[in-house]
């Protein structure tokens, strides 16, 4: 068996889909569209649709409608990662986001930061 075998014999990763919740999903939509450069593709049923710009490999991003208000924090959140935090963060605030506060870990820094619900999501250093 060659190496070029081998490779074609491996399982081919799962497409990767986020779905983030919303009570306000037009807006919640409005503002990641934005924030990530994606087109706002649709509305299907209680999903607004984002994509990503085409080739970039990214996730697909799907804002769901619910009735229930976010309680508490995110058991799981983006981290964007940029060349230049700060003015990301400016860029963002002025899109609706909220800045929380700054995390460091070592050498390992970050921005918390809130979309217009509250999600969570952080600002990381390339």
């Known amino acids: 068996m060659s190496v ?3 490779t074609t014999d491996q399982p081919r990763p799962p497409g990767l889909v986020f779905v983030l919740d919303a009570r306000d999903a037009a807006r919640v939509a409005q503002f990641w569209a934005a924030a990530l450069h994606y087109d706002r ?3 299907v049923g209680q999903f607004e649709v984002l994509t990503p710009p085409a080739g970039s490999g990214s996730p697909v991003l799907l804002v769901q409608a ?3 208000a976010k309680l508490g ?3 799981m959140l983006l981290d964007l990662h940029v060349a230049d935090p700060e003015a990301e963060a400016a860029r963002l605030v002025g899109l609706g986001a909220t800045r929380l506060g700054d995390g460091q870990l070592g050498d390992i820094r970050w921005i918390m930061m809130g979309d ?5 999501f952080d600002i990381a250093w390339d």
């Open 41 to 43: 593709r649709a509305s």
């Open 116 to 120: 217009p619900e509250g999600n969570e």
């Open 73 to 75: 924090k995110n058991r």
């Open 4 to 6: 070029d075998d081998a």
């Open 66 to 68: 619910v009735e229930d």
